[in-house]
């Protein structure tokens, strides 16, 4: 550990403290002076073009220190900040630390390093290259600071290899065999060095699904000492709950605890995560299963560090599915930016000859392989869970309501999105049509649910997520107003609170009522929503700027079915204990629920698991 005092300055570093004052400068301006509103300037875009110039110098500075400012006050001010360099692929020895000022051992990126128990307020530490031996378990890191380590599957999941802690499986369970497909060489997958495994004479459990249920199961298991295979369909673990703005009923942002608990998963070398990743097929016994993984190439090989400026030399665009489509990403892109692992993904489909032909000019040798291939792996498991959550119903179904004809009728989602400030719009509450501020929103409540001709049942979220929706809009526009429209408010034990304390504000109007019909002003893209008031027995028109429906949610299981055969309900739900010993559901698979009530299924599931490990039936 050395003191930032003893060190001199060289010119990357000099770029990187630009980065992080302008970074910080723009955090502070959106916390300190937008709030005060002064006159009628638009001071928001100088704010966003801070932070922005801020995170890109910081990313392109090439350093070879650990920079880091850290305290209780920092922390709330600049979390996003540390959140963000610690998403980087760091060099060798580079981490960032970030945690209580008690502690004395802190860490970030995996890695962990003393900290000056003297630290106070806003305070700088660095950590010299090749600080390592403080990792747990006498965990390593690659030494040539291209992230290239120990073991390699020919470099194709490079995440897997360059944090001990996060991918390295368990040498006890060399449980992950790669199939060799059409001619490919097997290759040996890396493992991670030799950790204490409390529970050695069990198989892994196999969980399905990398949202909060699967990532809470995961880690309950591994914490107890189970080694737990991963398995995430998308590029990155999370779930939808990463896609929300901020979350009932502390309305805190959903990164607060996906850092954590990527923080735990990356330092415990008992979970292996796989993204992109699908379970093909099931075969076995409680206590003895076999599983076949497929695994999508993700074409970046995460060997090499790719700074923004080489992508923005890329022209192909896609739709950002983070966004739900709402903007474009680039061809090759990084799926959010607190995405893990966080390594970018190529969309092979979207690129164009041009920019193959620019990757191979400019991009450094091994960053991209354009010949990735799906691969296979088979994983033989104790146990399974799973965790493989919910989509929101097809609102284009809803014909009387017009979502996919008129632009300023969205969905809840849609709306957690557009308040996002990683979202389309900067966290602005635009109408899409015209980018017009939304000043009078409808919320029309059980679209689709709790109708024989959608969903029968009740998603049980959506009145919590519209009335933190229309906080969203009071806070952000505080001249708005929002009317919801609804059946019954099902906002049950504490969450109560959030409903009367909504019901106290006179900008919000409460409609008891079905929807029947929403029409569109030609002009001015105004929509008019047409429902009977069950209490004052009026029938109401009422013009709105923007609509947004509470679509409800249906299980991935609706559509893709675990490869093994389970009971189903009606809707496509997992049946709790599923009734086969061995494997469990939890979360949004087996009924709508919030994240509370996931975590809380998650760890029964993950329970009920080691049961059946123990028991081995
Ligand atoms: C508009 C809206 C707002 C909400 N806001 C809140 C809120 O503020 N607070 C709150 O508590 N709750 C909220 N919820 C509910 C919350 O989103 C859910 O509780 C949560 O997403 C459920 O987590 P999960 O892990 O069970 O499922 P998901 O979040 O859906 O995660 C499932 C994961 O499994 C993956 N997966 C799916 N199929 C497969 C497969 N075959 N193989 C591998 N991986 C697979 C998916 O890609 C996904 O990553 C909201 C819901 C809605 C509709
Ligand atoms: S939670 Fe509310 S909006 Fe959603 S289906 Fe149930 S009653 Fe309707």
Request: hydrophobic share 35%; proline share 6%.
């Amino acid at each position: 550990m050395t003191r930032l005092s003893c060190h001199r300055f060289r010119s990357h570093e000099v770029r990187l403290w630009l980065g992080v004052i302008a970074y910080n400068l723009g955090n502070l301006w959106r916390r300190l002076v937008l709030p005060l509103r002064v006159g009628h300037w638009s001071l928001t875009s100088l704010q966003q073009r801070l932070v922005k110039t801020g995170g890109r110098l910081i990313k392109h500075a090439r350093y070879s220190w650990l920079l880091l400012a850290e305290s209780h006050l920092t922390r709330r001010l600049f979390g996003s900040m540390v959140w963000r360099i610690a998403a980087l692929p760091l060099p060798t020895g580079m981490g960032v630390a970030a945690g209580k000022q008690s502690t004395r051992r802190e860490e970030g990126d995996g890695k962990v390093y003393d900290k000056s128990p003297e630290i106070t307020g806003l305070s700088l530490f660095v950590a010299e290259a090749g600080t390592t031996d403080h990792l747990p378990g006498g965990g390593r890191v690659p030494q040539d600071g291209n992230h290239e380590g120990h073991g390699s599957d020919g470099g194709r999941r490079v995440y897997n290899e360059c944090c001990p802690g996060v991918h390295g499986g368990n040498p006890d369970y060399p449980q992950a065999q790669p199939l060799p497909l059409d001619g490919d060489q097997p290759t040996a997958l890396p493992y991670a060095p030799r950790h204490e495994v409390m529970n050695g004479d069990t198989k892994p459990v196999l969980v399905i699904g990398g949202g909060i249920s699967g990532m809470t199961a995961a880690l309950e298991a591994a914490e107890l000492g189970y080694a737990v295979v991963l398995v995430e369909k998308e590029p990155f673990l999370g779930g939808r709950v990463l896609r929300t703005h901020r979350y009932f009923p502390k309305m805190c942002p959903p990164t607060c605890g996906f850092e954590i608990n990527v923080r735990r998963i990356r330092q415990n070398p008992r979970i292996t995560v796989h993204t992109m990743a699908t379970v093909e097929r099931i075969v076995g016994n409680p206590g003895n299963f076999m599983a076949r993984i497929m695994l999508r190439p993700r074409y970046v090989t995460g060997k090499k560090f790719l700074d923004d400026s080489l992508i923005d030399q890329l022209t192909s665009e896609r739709p950002n599915d983070f966004n739900l489509a709402m903007d474009k990403t680039k061809a090759l892109y990084q799926p959010h930016d607190t995405a893990y692992p966080p390594v970018p993904v190529l969309d092979r489909e979207t690129l164009s000859q041009g920019d193959e032909a620019v990757i191979s000019r400019l991009f450094p040798a091994g960053a991209i392989d354009l010949n990735m291939r799906e691969e296979e792996i088979e994983v033989e498991v104790g146990a399974i869970i799973v965790a493989t959550g919910w989509r929101p119903y097809d609102a284009t179904k809803l014909d009387n309501l017009g979502f996919g004809k008129f632009r300023n009728v969205i969905t809840n989602v849609m709306m957690e999105r557009l308040a996002a400030r990683e979202g389309p719009t900067g966290g602005e509450l635009n109408r899409p049509s015209d980018g017009k501020k939304a000043e009078k929103v409808a919320f029309v409540q059980c679209a689709g649910s709790r109708d024989e001709n959608h969903l029968p049942y009740c998603s049980a979220v959506c009145c919590m997520a519209s009335l933190k929706q229309v906080r969203y809009l009071r806070e952000k526009n505080p001249d708005s107003r929002a009317t919801v429209f609804y059946i019954d408010v099902r906002t049950v034990g504490r969450l109560e609170k959030f409903y009367y304390s909504m019901l106290e504000d006179e900008k919000v109007a409460f409609v008891r009522g079905k929807v029947a019909k929403i029409t569109e002003e030609p002009v001015s893209g105004n929509l008019i929503v047409e429902v009977e008031d069950t209490v004052s027995a009026c029938k109401l028109h009422a013009a709105f700027d923007m609509v947004v429906l509470a679509t409800g949610v249906v299980p991935n299981t609706a559509d893709v079915k675990i490869p093994f055969p389970l009971k189903y309900d009606a809707h496509g739900f997992i049946d709790g204990t599923t009734e086969i010993p061995g494997i469990y559901a939890a979360g949004c698979a087996k009924r709508p629920c919030d994240v509370a009530r996931c975590t809380k299924d998650a760890t029964g599931a993950a329970l009920k698991a080691i049961q059946c490990l123990k028991r081995g039936e």
